[in-house]
């Protein structure tokens, strides 16, 4: 039974995983970039959704809607003005200007909210679930991060695959330049790509932050390093593989914490990324890359 | 006023001079062809006409619009649209959906429509798949739509380029190579398919191809490419007989 509490913990934790790692995944998918920036843009948006909640005293689900219309614009203006000059530079001069906005958004929240941590209060209101006796209990937030992140995934899922806007999307992380000349416009597939990633994002903190309620400026940089490392997991460019790497990534931590150390748990995480790496250089759903000899 | 008017179009790659002082006129419902040695610069042309490379000097007119220096996805929705001379298609998506980017701007709805299934959503992807496997019928490969493109054998993904390119609705169809690497009967037949494609869409064609019985036998006027200029156009006896093609290809003074 107690397995089972500690596996459906690690199930909710990875499903937020997955929820970011899919702005990640994505992302790469088609700008061929890691945004580093994505795990900041959560930041950003649990600090709105504190703000409408706790000092405007507005609804919690038209707080959460507000956040995150404000961090599609966030997502979208980032790309325009960042890494959209620098289509056709060096990747890395994209990643250093990713992590430059990275700091950028924690440095900005640092003088607007300042560094004292926030307690977020949850929105959920969902009562426990108590089940086999009240052995298992399941707190409302696992549920509603589970259900959420459920939907959010089939909903993506049906997206990319069943709409000429997703399909577009998909041509153009195969072949920008075929896509291009089908008569796609590659950088409107693009800014949608990064709005779409900064919506998931402002949903994915407050999930995270509904179960770990202490929200300051660096609040964002930890899940979304985890949730780059889940990505890379289950297979960058790959929206299953995302999914799958998160949720794998959240039941190996919680059971690390569980049953091992909790000082360890995230050195456990990180090994077994890279034992994965090592027998599957591409992650776990990635492409083999044949290279042309 | 002809469908496609390039004058005196020319573009250099640092100091290398790859294209100069190229005309070419395409009238309407037409087929052409456009020939040369390896390296005379036709993926070149075909690049300029498509907007992947932006021309350093000249004009380009479609249908009386300039669209010189326009995006290739600009380019394409005026009407130009191609297949490549070593197959791109979408090799993970389906052959129906291969066809479905083409269709992209045929069947407008919003990403906002796509993302939360507002009404109308539905008609329009079910449009979108008529249309798709109605094209995918005169390539005869409506039986293989749901499979990944690149499970398809190399003729096949030739049709299936053609088929996608056609989906765009264009005025212009630029076609490299598209008989490479086929033997005789399958060329005959692709042969058919472009001529039947030429009637049935009304549709201008340029294509570029080394296969001379296959160029001969359906381009109605044949321009010839050497370092970057063309050096004769006309029909195919012509062609055959004129002096100096026979030296660019054989060589001579």
């Not at chain 1, 980032?78 to 906005?101: D, H």
């Not at chain 1, 407050?206 to 890379?232: D, E, H, N, R, W």
């Not at chain 2, 197959?87 to 479905?100: A, Q, T, Y």
Request: include cysteine; charge should be neutral; charged fraction near 15%.
């Amino acid at each position: 039974m107690e397995f089972l509490s500690y596996l459906i913990n690690g199930i909710s934790l990875g499903s937020v995983y997955a929820i970011i790692a899919l702005g990640y995944t994505m992302v790469y998918g088609i700008a061929k970039m890691l945004n580093f920036a994505h795990g900041d843009v959560i930041m950003v948006g649990s600090y709105l959704v504190f703000i409408g909640i706790n000092q405007m005293g507005i609804p919690p689900l038209v707080a959460i809607i507000i956040s995150m219309v404000a961090c599609t614009l966030l997502g979208i203006i980032i790309e325009r003005f960042a890494y959209k000059p620098l289509r056709g530079a060096s990747s890395l001069a994209v990643l250093i200007t990713a992590i430059g906005v990275s700091y950028l958004l924690q440095n900005l929240a640092l003088l607007f909210w300042g560094s004292d941590p926030k307690s977020f209060t949850s929105v959920v209101t969902i009562p426990p679930l108590k089940l086999a006796n009240g052995q298992l209990v399941i707190s409302g937030e696992t549920i509603v991060t589970i259900v959420t992140s459920t939907v959010i995934m089939i909903g993506l899922m049906l997206f990319v695959n069943r709409t000429k806007v997703g399909n577009a999307m998909l041509a153009v992380s195969e072949d920008k330049g075929a896509a291009q000349l089908m008569g796609i416009n590659v950088n409107y597939t693009i800014a949608l790509t990064f709005a779409i990633g900064s919506a998931l994002a402002a949903v994915a903190g407050v999930l995270l932050c509904s179960a770990y309620p202490t929200l300051q400026p660096t609040t964002g940089a930890m899940p979304g390093i985890k949730a780059f490392t889940a990505a890379v997991f289950g297979g960058i460019g790959s929206i299953p593989g995302a999914m799958l790497g998160g949720v794998l990534l959240g039941i190996i931590e919680i059971l690390s914490k569980a049953y091992i150390s909790t000082q360890l748990a995230d050195a456990i995480v990180f090994a077994v990324l890279i034992v994965v790496l090592l027998v599957r250089p591409t992650g776990l759903l990635g492409k083999k890359i044949n290279e042309k000899v | 006023m002809a469908l496609l008017e390039v004058m005196n179009v020319g573009i250099a790659f640092g100091g290398l001079q790859a294209v100069s002082q190229l005309d070419i006129k395409l009238e309407k419902g037409h087929l052409y062809g456009l020939i040369g040695p390896n390296g005379a610069g036709k993926t070149t042309v075909f690049n300029l006409l498509t907007g992947v490379y932006r021309p350093t000097e000249g004009d380009i007119i479609l249908d009386e619009k300039n669209i010189t220096g326009k995006s290739p996805a600009k380019i394409n929705q005026a009407g130009i649209a191609r297949t490549f001379q070593n197959i791109r298609l979408f090799g993970e998506m389906s052959v129906l959906d291969n066809v479905k980017i083409g269709l992209h701007n045929q069947i407008k709805y919003s990403a906002f429509t796509g993302i939360f299934r507002l009404p109308g959503f539905k008609e329009k992807e079910q449009e979108m798949d008529y249309k798709a496997l109605k094209l995918l019928k005169i390539f005869d490969l409506d039986t293989v739509a749901q499979s990944p493109a690149s499970s398809l054998p190399y003729g096949k993904q030739r049709k299936l380029e053609i088929a996608r390119a056609l989906a765009t609705n264009p005025k212009l169809l630029l076609l490299d190579e598209p008989a490479a690497g086929m033997n005789p009967s399958e060329s005959e037949e692709l042969m058919n398919t472009i001529k039947f494609v030429q009637k049935e869409f009304d549709v201008a064609i340029l294509l570029i191809e080394h296969d001379m019985n296959f160029v001969m036998g359906i381009c109605e006027h044949i321009y010839v490419l050497e370092y970057g200029r063309i050096i004769a156009q006309g029909n195919g006896e012509s062609i055959r007989n004129n002096p100096r093609v026979i030296a660019a290809y054989l060589g001579g003074d």
